[in-house]
């Protein structure tokens, strides 16, 4: 098994230690860009590839992704046939 199927895998169990930068690179994965929206936005951060676009805010101080933002997360991939949903 790859590193991106390890990291695909445990983001599909949800743990709740999923840091930003696993986050960041299994949208990567995707082939995902960061787009920050310049000195105004904040710890809001767009995930953009093409016409496709999340918004999520960069957890702080901790480094880890808040439960409900895991889920909205895993929901939008799934929605957008990133990843196929678990039976």
């Known amino acids: 098994m790859s590193t991106k199927e ?8 949800q743990p709740k230690d999923f840091t930003w930068d696993e986050l960041v ?6 082939g995902f860009t960061l787009d920050h929206k310049g ?3 904040g ?5 953009k590839k093409g016409a496709e676009r999340i918004e999520l805010h960069k957890p702080h101080p901790s480094k ?4 409900y933002k ?3 997360a895993l929901d939008y991939l799934i929605k957008k046939g990133f990843i196929k949903k678990e039976d």
């Open 43 to 47: 710890s809001r951060i767009f995930f």
């Open 39 to 41: 000195k105004t936005s």
């Open 25 to 30: 690179r299994l949208f990567g994965i995707f």
């Open 64 to 67: 880890i992704i808040k439960e």
């Open 6 to 13: 390890k990291l695909i895998e445990r983001f599909m169990r």
């Open 70 to 72: 895991m889920k909205h």
